[in-house]
């Protein structure tokens, strides 16, 4: 007996015996209002998170949806190639082609090339230099205010009819068709300063009157047009198709007006000290 006493009280035995239970301590009402502010700041920052999560989302899906910019439209819908001197003579030979007389028949071809003159005996020789004369009709310029431009740069197209010297075989000269002609020599500076380069002036012989009283040209230098070159072509000259003889509209032929009357010159030519040719450019007050 004493033996089971003994072992009953080994340290085995004893091991296995429970520990009394420990009772919860009850937390204080401090601890419970910090556990439930502490719970309250996680959710609302739970809900930041979620609420910028969404806004990037909904973020990404717009920019996919609308894709990359726009390209801005373009200057015209053609436009030439090649070399510069290539340039120039597909310009002149794809703009020309627009312009009808009211038969039907073209109203010039274009040649393009270096600004030129004819001397007595039949020679070709380049010109130097343009002599350009002010308007002295409103007082604003002295005769003498003539401004040189080197021709270097300097592109020339000449307009030739089917008559003599280059007239206009067909109908009579009017103010309508020369409206007609000068819009053609806007249309040929316009896209020679965009397309041609270094091109800093346009030289545009016009067709003489057929009893060869009146050579005018239209001249032109790119500071003339530059708000013109920085927007699409549409905008400046805005016929869907090329208009015929009295037939642009009076918004377009504003704008012609504007840039073209002030710029159209007779012309004749003189010689510099060392011999070579200058044209003079002398303003046209009334058409």
Same mark, same amino acid.
């Given at each position: 007996m004493a033996d089971d006493v003994i072992r009953a009280s080994t340290p085995e035995t004893q091991a296995t015996v429970a520990a009394p239970a420990v009772p919860a301590r009850t937390p204080s009402r401090a601890e419970r209002a910090r556990r439930t502010v502490y719970r309250g700041r996680f959710a609302l920052?739970?809900?930041?998170? %979620? %609420?910028? #999560?969404? #806004?990037? +989302?909904? /973020?990404t899906i717009v920019l996919i949806d609308r894709g990359s910019p726009?390209? %801005?439209?373009?200057?015209? !819908?053609?436009?030439?190639?090649? !070399?510069?001197?290539?340039?120039?003579?597909q310009i002149a030979d794809h703009i020309s082609s627009k312009y009808r007389l009211p038969s039907g028949n073209q109203l010039a071809t274009v040649i393009a090339g270096p600004p030129t003159a004819t001397t007595s005996d039949g020679t070709t020789?380049?010109?130097?230099?343009? #002599? +350009?004369?002010?308007?002295?009709?409103?007082g604003q310029a002295e005769a003498s205010d003539i401004a040189v431009v080197n021709t270097s740069g300097s592109v020339a197209y000449a307009l030739c009819g089917l008559g003599t010297a280059c007239s206009i075989a067909e109908g009579k000269p009017s103010a309508a068709r020369l409206a007609l002609l000068r819009r053609e020599a806007l249309e040929l500076?316009?896209?020679?300063?965009?397309? /041609?380069? *270094?091109?800093? *002036? +346009?030289?545009?012989?016009?067709?003489?009157?057929?009893?060869?009283? %009146?050579?005018? #040209? +239209?001249?032109?230098?790119r500071s003339d047009i530059h708000h013109e070159l920085s927007q699409p072509l549409a905008q400046t000259l805005t016929a869907p198709l090329t208009?015929?003889?009295?037939?642009? *509209?009076?918004?377009?032929?504003?704008?012609?007006?504007?840039?073209?009357?002030?710029?159209?010159y007779t012309y004749s030519y003189t010689q510099s000290p060392d011999g070579s040719p200058?044209?003079? @450019?002398?303003?046209? @007050? *009334?058409?």
């Open positions: 920052l739970y809900l930041l998170l %979620a %609420a910028v #999560a969404g #806004a990037a +989302v909904g /973020a726009a390209p %801005a439209p373009a200057w015209s !819908s053609w436009k030439p190639t090649g !070399s510069a001197e290539r340039r120039e003579a020789v380049l010109l130097r230099a343009f #002599a +350009v004369r002010p308007d002295t009709s409103k500076a316009l896209y020679t300063f965009k397309y /041609a380069g *270094s091109v800093n *002036s +346009v030289l545009v012989l016009l067709p003489p009157r057929p009893d060869l009283k %009146a050579a005018t #040209a +239209v001249f032109l230098e208009p015929g003889v009295g037939e642009i *509209s009076g918004n377009e032929l504003a704008t012609i007006d504007r840039i073209t009357r002030p710029r159209l200058i044209m003079v @450019l002398s303003p046209v @007050l *009334s058409e």
